[in-house]
């Protein structure tokens, strides 16, 4: 079965600091790879999605993720986080075989100091 | 973009009565939605998949009498939490995928509902 690991379950970061998210998948092939945010009490917007190709996948907001297929890893950065990212971050791994179905990773809630 | 919406977006029941959560897909067509259930500060948990026209897939452990779910048209699916008890409080969200994109596994999420069941 595939699962997904964000290692990370809070992360506080600076207004204009960099900002990592780490994303690691357990899957036998390639999935599909997705990066959602949710705001307090809302539903989840989508960043950023990996379906095959270019490795480094740009995406809303200024985000960008890259695929590591050696280490089953989707990190999402972005270079200068604004306190409006301040938000709950989530990986997800689809597989076509699965019906699209998507598991979620656990989450990251990023706060953001001024 | 796609959108989906969710009504509603909030709900407060008494115990054991039924409360039923909509799903519409509003600018385009979804042979396919999702179920998700989340509890506070945690990550979400598929319940279900609708399928258009067919009986609902539910996942392991989820029960099919407590969460009815119903997608009679290609725009709208719903889930009626029966006889609901407070452990069913929670937040409701659905998703859906677009017939014309089909297995490229790109998924659009509704605002989600919240229930309370007193």
């Known amino acids: 079965a595939q699962s997904v690991t964000q290692p990370d379950i809070h992360i506080t970061v600076s207004e204009g600091a960099s900002l990592e998210l780490r994303c690691n998948y357990s899957?036998?092939?390639?999935?599909?790879l997705f990066w959602y945010v949710q705001s307090p009490g809302q539903g989840l917007q989508l960043l950023l999605k990996y379906f095959s190709g270019d490795t480094l996948v740009q995406g809303i907001k200024g985000f960008e993720a890259e695929f590591k297929r050696s280490q089953s890893s989707f990190n999402l950065r972005k270079p200068s986080v604004h306190w409006s990212d301040a938000a709950e971050y989530f990986c997800a791994v689809g597989r076509k075989a699965a019906g699209n179905k998507l598991t979620f990773g656990g989450g990251t809630r990023v706060l953001v100091k001024p | 973009g796609a959108v989906v919406s969710q009504h509603p977006s909030r709900v407060i029941c008494k115990s054991g009565t039924s409360v039923k959560i909509e799903c519409r897909s509003l600018?385009?067509?979804?042979?396919?939605m999702f179920w998700y259930r989340q509890f506070p500060k945690q990550s979400l948990m598929l319940m279900a998949t609708?399928?258009?026209?067919?009986?609902?897939?539910?996942e392991q452990g989820v029960e099919k009498d407590k969460f009815l779910i119903n997608h009679a048209s290609l725009t709208l699916s719903t889930l009626t939490v029966t006889s609901a008890h407070p452990e069913d409080s929670s937040f409701y969200i659905c998703s859906a995928r677009d017939r014309r994109t089909g297995n490229t596994g790109e998924l659009f999420f509704g605002e989600g509902s919240r229930l309370t069941v007193l």
């Open positions: 899957y036998g092939a390639t999935p599909y």
């Open positions: 600018d385009f067509q979804a042979t396919t």
């Open positions: 609708s399928n258009e026209g067919s009986k609902a897939t539910y």
